[in-house]
């Protein structure tokens, strides 16, 4: 990978040239996944929600016992000046805590202080090709009975979306024995008889953060929100679809293995939603 010269990022307490970020093979986050992380966007140079990205870091953190990490004050500033050094008026800030750097063995080493870094990527927020309509392919879900938990253990995840990209899929619509659980990196929503549906919280997917502002911005506009699983025909036969991630906001769903949801085209309601979260985003971090 090329790294630009400019480009900037914080590696445990100092901020570096990309190209002179270094962590240990040794590191946990290396050998074993062990880990967990975090992506808030970037929306007119602020972030937004980093507050509930960082009380849901802290949720990860506590359930897989990582203790040491610093506070969520210290997060938002290390991820606004990101932000600021790298010029990024719009796209996401990334961050990683692991358990540190020991001899490789299972079991928790002990007085290992964490490994934590951070970086930021421009990503066109507002004028996103892709709220044009994207595709889902099905995709089997593998993963491990923790979902609810942030972790950086994401292979499961890398399979079903290169699965998905090699059937011409933008995402990957997971599923299991045909029940919907959640986007590969995404919370997936049908609407039918202009109810939204989603499926509800539980250790079986992740708490979505745009998916938790999409619940209170439907309620908003009026729309019921119905949380409950749904299966892979269902979505294929709803009125729309739509999906929810930090970094794409809410992307229209306009086919699932090749056949069209709707008309094809962004439903009214996925539209309205849309439409709402960029309106509250640009509320949020408008300069005073
Ligand atoms: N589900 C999974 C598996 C994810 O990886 C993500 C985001 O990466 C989401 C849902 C969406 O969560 P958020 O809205 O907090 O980005």
Not at 14 to 28: G, H, K, L, N, P
Not at 73 to 91: K, T, V
Not at 173 to 182: A, I, Q, Y
Not at 230 to 239: G, P, Q, S, V, W
Request: proline share 3%; aromatic share 8%; with cysteine.
């Amino acid at each position: 990978m090329a790294f630009e010269s400019s480009r900037t990022c914080w590696v445990d307490g100092a901020y570096v040239a990309e190209r002179d970020a270094r962590i240990s093979i040794f590191d946990r986050g290396v050998l074993f996944g062990d880990g967990v992380y975090e992506v808030a966007a970037a929306f007119n140079g602020r972030l937004l929600d980093a507050d509930l990205h960082l009380a849901r870091l802290a949720r990860s953190l506590g359930a897989i016992r990582i203790e040491g990490a610093q506070s969520a004050e210290a997060w938002i500033e290390i991820m606004q000046s990101l932000l600021d050094r790298n010029g990024i008026d719009e796209g996401f800030v990334y961050l990683e805590v692991t358990r540190g750097v020991a001899d490789r063995d299972f079991p928790f080493p002990a007085d290992t202080a964490p490994t934590q870094f951070a970086y930021a990527r421009p990503k066109r927020l507002r004028d996103d090709p892709n709220a044009a309509g994207i595709a889902l392919a099905s995709v089997p879900d593998i993963r491990w009975s923790r979902r609810d938990i942030k972790s950086v253990a994401l292979l499961a995840q890398v399979l079903a979306k290169q699965t998905a990209r090699e059937a011409g899929a933008f995402e990957a619509l997971m599923h299991h024995d045909g029940v919907v659980t959640e986007g590969g990196s995404s919370n997936v929503w049908i609407v039918q008889g202009g109810v939204l549906r989603t499926r509800m919280l539980s250790n079986d997917i992740l708490a979505g953060i745009t998916r938790a502002v999409v619940v209170d911005l439907a309620r908003e506009l009026g729309l019921p929100v119905d949380e409950r699983p749904f299966t892979i025909t269902e979505a294929r036969d709803a009125d729309e679809c739509f999906m929810t991630s930090a970094t794409s906001f809410v992307l229209p769903v306009t086919s699932i293995d090749g056949h069209e949801v709707g008309d094809g085209a962004p439903g009214r309601h996925t539209s309205a939603v849309r439409a709402a979260y960029l309106e509250r985003a640009e509320r949020l971090t408008r300069h005073s």
